[in-house]
Structures are given as structure tokens and as C-alpha cells.
């Protein structure tokens, strides 16, 4: 098994920055590829950001330029650093990870076999 905790969610004005951790713990030997998804109220859960066993990303087009999605192995900890945050934004942000692997991570939700708890992000206008 396979357990995900992410944090460092929070309220930011819009224009503002966050840097998401989610820490991994159990048999991360099993981890191939990890993701970051996003669900807002009343909406399914999107994909923002992947990144695979090998480092190669994938983003959401809502989000290239102003997300990254990186990995410290020695640490175990998968982080999004968010910058120029919009109120569109706002949302639950999940951590994936799964024994699958790909050139640049998936953004499906079904590619991933373990979730995290999420974190809330919460930009203002």
C-alpha cells in the first residue's frame, strides 16, 4: 500500500503564489508515475499536472506556464508550485500516484491507484 498527504494549501489574492508537498510513504518502490488533480464544487475532477518515473511532465493547457509539477526522490515528496493564481483555481487539489508509467504522466484519473486526502486552494479577486 500506498499512502499520499498533501499540504501547504491555503487563501492567497489572486496573483499570488502556493507550493502544494505531498509526502509518500509505504511501497514507494510500486510508484511509477505521480499527478496532481483538482476538483471545485460541483465539478468532476480535472488533472492539472503529471510526471513520470523518468521526469517528463505534462500539464493542463488552464495551467501551462504558470504551474510545475516537480519530484525530491530523496525525500519522497511530490510539490506544485502554483504562481499567478487565478479565483479559477480554487479548489481541492489531490495528489495520484500509481504503478503505471508513461513518457510524461497521465492526467486521467484512472491511471492512478492511490489518492491522497487533498488540500484546499482558495484564490480571491
Known amino acids: 500500500q500506498v499512502q499520499l498527504v498533501e499540504s501547504g494549501g491555503g487563501s492567497v489574492q489572486a496573483g499570488g503564489s502556493l507550493r502544494l508537498s505531498c509526502a509518500v510513504s509505504?511501497?514507494?518502490?510500486?510508484?511509477?508515475?505521480m499527478g496532481w488533480f483538482r476538483q471545485a464544487p460541483g465539478k468532476e475532477r480535472e488533472g492539472v499536472a503529471s510526471?513520470?518515473?523518468?521526469?517528463?511532465?505534462g500539464y493542463a493547457d488552464s495551467v501551462k506556464g504558470r504551474f510545475t509539477i516537480s519530484k525530491d526522490s530523496a525525500k519522497n515528496t511530490l510539490y506544485l508550485l502554483m504562481n499567478s493564481l487565478k479565483p479559477e483555481d480554487t479548489a481541492m487539489y489531490y495528489c495520484?500516484?500509481?504503478?503505471?508509467?508513461?513518457?510524461?504522466?497521465?492526467?486521467?484519473?484512472?491511471?492512478?491507484?492511490?489518492w491522497g486526502q487533498g488540500t484546499q486552494v482558495t484564490v480571491s479577486s
Open positions: 509505504g511501497n514507494i518502490y510500486s510508484i511509477r508515475d
Open positions: 510526471i513520470a518515473s523518468g521526469g517528463g511532465t
Open positions: 495520484a500516484a500509481g504503478p503505471r508509467s508513461s513518457g510524461f504522466g497521465a492526467l486521467s484519473r484512472n491511471w492512478y491507484d492511490y
